[in-house]
């Protein structure tokens, strides 16, 4: 449940539903297993999931101020080569018949109907997305590795309540500009050290990237990339020796691990109970979390106007 990636939402306006009224209007949306013709569900699940060991049926896991969603995509695997094989069969066929090889519209409705065929006999596969809703700094935050994941959740969670004043972190100083000071020597904070990961980019939309790993980044090397005019896109950081990040020029916090003594406390808090562990986890993880976001805010400048809620 910890999560290793974070897209950051604010709410532009107080967000103050209650836990029930959040459940109530979840289930609208709730997951389904794909019917045999249906090529995909998503949908609100429980996020402590739904074992043999624990019947939770609840969408919505609430400590205090701070509430867990969790969506489940669930797609029915149909490769195009197997499509394209079995299209090509029946089109071979008509052609043998007709003496005519099916084109156009016909063609595709020939497609249509041996997807048709072909869905209830394929695998499925599903994947789960976890976000936590945070009422008492009014932010929310969800594990997504992209934007596009994460807005599909968002876009749920809309549907689902009719409305949801959520809008994307922007802060005053572009995190580009911090990262690429921070390499230069410049502005380095306390509580925040580089590690040995980053990318540079050329401000030209086309122009060359460096990645570099297990890198001295105080070297001369470096150096010269950043007196070219190359900018950092990536970089790797550690905050307050309790977790490490890959800070990106977008926003978002990529491959986020926590400290083994916050995952030690974790398990010690929770004890063998499933729920209490995931409790533990739920709330350190948050906890921490809610110290992080503010102080990346911070270091960069505060929020835009635009950003703030009223």
């Known amino acids: 449940m910890w999560f290793k990636n974070l897209k950051i939402y604010r709410f532009n306006k107080p967000f103050t539903i209650d836990s029930e009224q959040l459940e109530a209007q979840l289930h609208e949306k709730s997951f389904h297993p794909c019917a045999s013709t249906q090529a995909s569900s998503f949908g609100w699940t429980a996020p402590l999931g739904n074992s043999q060991d624990n019947n ?13 969603l969790c969506v489940r995509l669930e797609e029915r695997i149909l490769p195009s080569s197997v499509v394209n094989d079995a299209v090509n069969e029946k089109l071979e066929a008509i052609q043998l018949e007709t003496g005519r090889r099916p084109v156009g519209k016909y063609k ?34 969800v594990d997504a590795s992209s934007t596009n994941k994460a807005e599909e959740l968002i876009e749920l969670l809309r549907q689902s309540l009719g409305s949801f004043p959520a809008i994307p972190l922007k802060t005053q100083t572009l995190p580009i500009l911090l990262m690429t000071n921070w390499l230069k020597g410049k502005d380095l904070k306390d509580d925040f050290l580089i590690k040995d990961e980053c ?33 950092v896109t990536k970089l790797a950081v550690n905050w307050n020796d309790t977790l490490e990040c890959i800070l990106q020029d977008d926003l978002m916090i990529k491959r986020l691990k926590f400290s083994d003594e916050l995952l030690e406390q974790a398990s010690n808090d929770g004890s063998e109970d499933r729920a209490a562990l995931f409790d533990a986890d739920f709330n350190l993880m948050t906890g921490e979390l809610a110290r992080f976001i503010p102080r990346l805010i911070e270091i960069l400048g505060g929020e835009q106007s635009s950003n703030i809620k009223n």
Not at 56 to 68: A, R
Not at 111 to 118: F, P, Y
Not at 211 to 223: A, G, H, T, W, Y
């Open 56 to 68: 939770n049926t609840q969408l919505t896991h609430t400590i205090g101020k701070t509430t867990m």
């Open 199 to 231: 990318e540079l980019k050329e401000s030209d939309e086309d122009g060359a990237i460096l990645r570099c790993k297990r890198q001295d980044l105080n070297s001369d090397e470096i150096q010269m990339h950043l007196d070219s005019g190359k900018e």
């Open 108 to 141: 595709q409705s020939i497609k249509d109907e041996v997807v048709l065929d072909l869905l209830p006999r394929a695998f499925t596969r599903s994947k789960c997305t976890y976000a936590y809703l945070d009422q008492t700094h009014q932010f929310m935050v």
